[in-house]
């Protein structure tokens, strides 16, 4: 696929996982009335057209977090919402994204798009103003890389120490409204979401690394060193000074 292109699939009524050429995961909400589209990925290409094949409905751009893999093409759509605690992490990363019209998103607000209602949960961890969007009535969850794809990431700069997320894990797990966890990176195939069970093994996880029943090997992928450990279908990557 080139940098240009996106695909989609149609994982349930009125939801679309859109794909851009890294694999990286976009969700678009269909209601009655309007669209909420989850994350914006790092293509090149015009993702705003895409969408538009896809729907002729408004649609609302809503940020799980600010890392480059979830952010790019932002600026193609007039409506953006974030968490503006994680505008440091785009000064961090030197992302080259303008944000100076993005507007802020906090626990308690929500997405009304007409027979299908998405709320806002503040998870910080991964990022600190990472979000989730809770879609209760179909029991459905869009977690980012806030409950990671396979492996989560908690090990690189701009993370929060385990103890917090595990607070928003936690907070997470007390809500238990949803069956169906969808992350941040299902990519070619690999479009089943994840179950509840694979919450409470990635609380165990992380509780294993803070009381250090569990110990971490190497991380041998990506650009930041750390450790990982492995618990049920829960992969931790973290950085032991940053527990």
Not at 41 to 53: Q, V, Y
Not at 214 to 233: I, W
Request: hydrophobic share 35%; with cysteine.
């Amino acid at each position: 696929m080139r940098k240009n292109e996106y695909t989609c699939t149609l994982l349930e009524p009125g939801v679309w996982h859109i794909a851009d050429y890294r694999g990286d995961s976009m969700y678009l909400v269909v209601g009655e009335e309007k669209a909420l589209l989850i994350d914006t990925g790092m293509g090149e290409g015009d993702l705003k057209g895409f969408i538009r094949s896809i729907t002729e409905k408004p649609i609302e751009v809503v940020l799980t977090h600010a890392h480059w893999d979830h952010i790019m093409q932002a600026n193609q759509f007039e409506r953006v919402y974030l968490n503006h605690r994680d505008l440091q992490i785009i000064e961090l990363f030197k992302i080259q994204v303008d944000y100076k019209n993005f507007l802020d998103v906090r626990e308690g607000d929500s997405f009304d798009l007409g027979g299908r209602t998405l709320e806002v949960i503040e998870v910080p961890g991964h990022t600190p103003g990472s979000i989730a969007l809770l879609d209760r009535e179909n029991r459905l969850l869009f977690s980012g890389d806030s409950v990671g794809a396979g492996h989560t990431w908690m090990h690189l700069p701009g993370c929060l120490p385990l103890r917090e997320y595990l607070k928003s894990l936690k907070k997470l797990r007390e809500i238990d409204s949803f069956e169906k966890i969808y992350h941040g990176h299902l990519s070619g195939t690999q479009l089943k979401p994840f179950g509840p069970d694979y919450l409470e093994d990635l609380i165990k996880a992380v509780e294993g690394v803070i009381d250090g029943s569990l110990k971490g090997e190497p991380y041998p992928y990506g650009n930041f060193k750390g450790l990982h450990v492995t618990c049920g279908t829960a992969v931790l990557v973290y950085n032991p000074e940053n527990i």
